[in-house]
């Protein structure tokens, strides 16, 4: 399978996320090919400022496997993590993180932006950006341009 494949998955649980009225990310964690672990943004659904898609997949895959270094493991998530996120995908040991979208909107997230391309880069993990660009962004376009609707 491709990295299409994989990232359309992390698309499907993006929008249970927007169905949900949480912010539409999607993350899954892949080992060998096949998709260990999926989820979606949970933060309000739980109350829970750490229930974003890529620390549940992350807790999923480790119940998982039996154990916490997600060895050889592969991230796909829909819009670039965030700092909190970032060090969970260190600590865990992910191998690969393949993000859909970037989230740059202004100097301050630019500057984190760059804080966690070299973060990702020291700690050896390889990061591709831009797998279904336009897929993963169209659905974030259309939660936010909604929500500024009802505000």
Same mark, same amino acid.
């Given at each position: 399978? $491709?990295?299409?494949?994989?990232?359309?998955?992390?698309?499907?649980?993006?929008?249970?996320?927007?169905?949900?009225?949480?912010?539409?990310?999607?993350? @899954?964690?892949?080992?060998?090919?096949?998709?260990?672990?999926?989820?979606?943004?949970?933060?309000?659904?739980?109350?829970?400022?750490?229930?974003?898609?890529?620390?549940?997949?992350? &807790?999923k895959a480790s119940d998982y496997l039996g154990?916490?270094?997600?060895?050889?493991?592969?991230?796909?998530?829909?819009?670039?993590?965030?700092?909190?996120?970032?060090?969970?995908?260190?600590?865990?040991?992910?191998?690969?993180? %393949?993000?859909?979208?970037?989230? %740059?909107?202004?100097l301050n997230i630019e500057k984190?932006?760059?804080?966690?391309?070299?973060?990702?880069?020291?700690?050896? %993990?390889? @990061?591709?950006?831009?797998?279904?660009?336009?897929?993963?962004? $169209? @659905?974030?376009?259309?939660?936010?341009?909604?929500? &500024?609707?009802?505000?």
């Amino acid at each position: 399978m $491709d990295k299409s494949f994989y990232m359309s998955e992390a698309i499907k649980e993006a929008y249970k996320a927007y169905g949900k009225g949480e912010t539409p990310i999607g993350a @899954v964690i892949v080992r060998n090919g096949e998709i260990i672990a999926r989820a979606h943004n949970l933060t309000e659904t739980l109350n829970d400022p750490t229930a974003h898609a890529e620390i549940l997949a992350i &807790r999923k895959a480790s119940d998982y496997l039996g154990g916490w270094r997600l060895i050889n493991c592969d991230l796909y998530v829909t819009m670039e993590p965030c700092i909190m996120c970032s060090g969970a995908i260190v600590q865990s040991r992910i191998k690969k993180l %393949i993000i859909g979208t970037k989230h %740059i909107k202004n100097l301050n997230i630019e500057k984190q932006h760059e804080f966690k391309v070299d973060y990702f880069n020291t700690c050896n %993990i390889d @990061v591709t950006f831009d797998i279904l660009k336009e897929e993963c962004s $169209d @659905v974030l376009q259309k939660f936010f341009k909604e929500l &500024r609707k009802r505000q």
